[in-house]
């Protein structure tokens, strides 16, 4: 296990922390970019992220909001909109523009904004697939019974024992959102070979068969010959656990566009500059 420590950024109008990529740590296939929002107090009559237009192709953007609410729009004329607990699974596939704001009702009110976006590479025979959307809502993930003091995983993707996530993966996943309670000891199994990592949303607590520390903002990255993943919470705590098949092939990408070859990158840019991936009237 490598322990990472995350570099901040900015991402619209928000303070992003990214642990993915960032010196040390390109990525952690299937897994290309993580950012991370808050949690934050925002005022009313403010933009929590405020992303005006722009283009995806080649991979599935996901985003994990946990508090606050978000207004997605895109260049196929759809909207959509997340609250606390709401996973949307985007996968641009062959393109789309599209903007992220927070919704009316959350602007007028402000309140807590709590959120992770993470770019999921696509393979291949799939990058040019025709976009999509899954909005899970929270009432539609499981949650999985950990440790002894109340401690709860939501499963995303993927299946544990005899629970199933609701999203629909091109490659061979798992996706936890897990909340640990203070001196709760839990365990959590994934796949030997899948590349492995775990973020800390909040809190902090011990990690691994070594019992290392790990905070908020840290990413540690498992090794692929482990079975389980032993967490042991000194607080309450929340991290993600995504746990992926490798995608073994070349990549080649430039800002938010993630292909297989530098000639495939160049098409992308010459569809978007020509307009084929839509307009988007914000």
Known sequence: ?????????????????????????????????????????????????GVGSHPHRGFEPVTFLFEGGLEHKDSMGNIGHLGDGDVQWMTAGSGVLHSEHSTKEFKKSGGWFHMVQLWINLPKKHKMTEPRYQDMRDAEIPRISLGTHGSYARLIAGIYDDQVGPADTFTPLNAFHVIAQPGDSLQVRIEPGYNTFVYMLTGSGSLGPQKEKVVRHQIAVMDQDISTIAFSADEPSEFIIMSGEPIDEPMSSYGPFVMNTPQELQEAIRDFQMGKMGVLEE
């Open 1 to 49: 296990m490598k322990v990472y420590h995350s570099i901040p950024t900015g991402v619209g109008v928000a303070k992003v922390m990214q642990p993915l990529p960032n010196k040390g740590l390109r990525q952690i296939s299937p897994f290309l970019l993580l950012h991370h929002i808050g949690p934050i107090l925002v005022e009313p009559g403010s933009d929590a992220l």
